[in-house]
């Protein structure tokens, strides 16, 4: 990068200042296009007739993901948190190390969270594999509890992508590396945390007992370390899993008990982990509990209709990926409250809308909205949304 030891010390560690120039060099080391910068690059802000038009355009949003992630990757190769074995060559790690270990993650999830885990998920998996060999280097007896936890927090995260870009094998084998470093640490929250993680695959993947057991074991063996943002996690989600196996009235009694959790949450006492965690979270539990109910009583659909949409208005916008599932569930229960004109609207910009992450979740979930249509496939529109929907299983399959 063209950056000595001293200054990547000021940049890190002094005022909050650097030269526009320096940020553009870095820019082209990263081979991120002047298009996707705040600022004008030096030389080029009075650049107009037809040198401006022979500027490159914007590449398409796949194109610009790519160079962010290739851009994150080259921080950390930077930092010397990532390379081959041969250029990873053990060394004594230091505090500096773990926050740039915690810093890459952040930047990791904010991509997750806004194009979906196909993209990324091998990028993730490369990095967390990486710093698991961390574990084996020299480090101050002190520092040992905040590596582990790191790495942990990186093999969960990779399990994370892996299980919404469909490589369900590959997210459990993350997700069980993640639980031992966790468990290794002492960090009984985030071991929890990843054994949430694996049960919202199991729920994905419809093994709901399997999925109620594991929060259930996960909850209580956190006992008096579970914050109230984590015991309402957990019971919104439990309370998805007893939907889902027919027990309505259950469901919603566990609903309650995750909703006066939530009114307790203080984020200043809660692990950083939890930072995705809102109130659109906990909403968009309500309409999948009353979506179940609605499957199997129509009287219940009225409440997911209602449910769904207020977790769409809470729902963070930065997170498009969650922005999107609260879509694919209101167009289910709009159709199941027999508004099949408003779902067929939510249905269309859900189609559009899934185009621009790479979810192989997502698409399973739009996919999906079949079972839910049943009742109006005799309406033209209807059945022409449900053949889009066959051909999109088709074209990810």
Not at 269 to 296: H, K, S, T
């Amino acid at each position: 990068m063209g950056i000595t030891q001293a200054q990547l010390s000021r940049v890190e560690n002094g005022p909050p200042l650097v030269h526009l120039d320096r940020l553009a060099h870095w820019a082209g080391v990263f081979g991120i296009p002047a298009a996707y910068l705040w600022f004008t690059p030096p030389g080029r802000s009075h650049m107009t007739g037809v040198a401006a038009e022979r500027e490159p355009q914007p590449p398409g949003p796949d194109e610009g993901r790519r160079a962010l992630l290739a851009g994150i990757a080259a921080v950390a190769a930077g930092a010397g948190l990532t390379g081959s074995t041969d250029i990873m060559q053990p060394r004594r790690i230091g505090a500096a190390d773990v926050a740039r270990l915690d810093a890459v993650l952040t930047l990791y999830r904010s991509v997750d969270r806004e194009c979906g885990g196909g993209l990324l998920y091998q990028e993730v998996a490369r990095f967390a594999e990486s710093v698991y060999r961390m574990l084996d280097w020299t480090r101050p007896a002190g520092l040992t509890p905040r590596l582990v936890a790191a790495v942990a927090a990186a093999r969960q995260l990779a399990g994370w992508t892996a299980f919404d870009a469909g490589r369900h094998d590959d997210a459990q084998r993350h997700f069980i590396a993640g639980e031992r470093a966790a468990v290794t640490a002492g960090d009984a929250p985030l071991a929890a945390m990843i054994r949430y993680a694996q049960a919202k695959q199991l729920q994905h993947l419809r093994h709901n007992q399997d999925a109620l057991a594991t929060l259930q074991l996960a909850h209580a063996q956190l006992g008096s370390q579970a914050t109230p943002a984590v015991k309402a996690l957990f019971w919104g989600a439990e309370a998805a899993s007893v939907a889902a196996l027919g027990d309505h009235q259950t469901a919603v009694t566990t609903l309650g008990k995750a909703n006066d959790q939530f009114d307790r949450i203080s984020h200043e006492r809660e692990p950083g982990w939890m930072g995705f965690y809102d109130r659109g979270e906990l909403l968009a539990q309500y309409g999948r509990v009353y979506r179940d109910g609605a499957r199997q009583d129509s009287r219940h659909a009225p409440e997911a209709v209602r449910w769904t949409e207020d977790a769409v208005a809470a729902s963070d916008l930065a997170n498009v990926r969650s922005t999107v599932l609260n879509e694919v569930g209101l167009c289910s229960a709009l159709f199941l409250a027999d508004q099949p004109e408003r779902a067929l609207a939510v249905g269309a910009r859900v189609l559009k809308q899934a185009r621009g992450i790479s979810s192989r979740r997502v698409i399973d979930r739009v996919v999906n909205l079949r079972r839910d249509l049943s009742r109006h496939r005799e309406l033209p529109e209807v059945a022409a949304f449900e053949r889009a929907l066959t051909a999109r299983a088709a074209a990810a399959a």
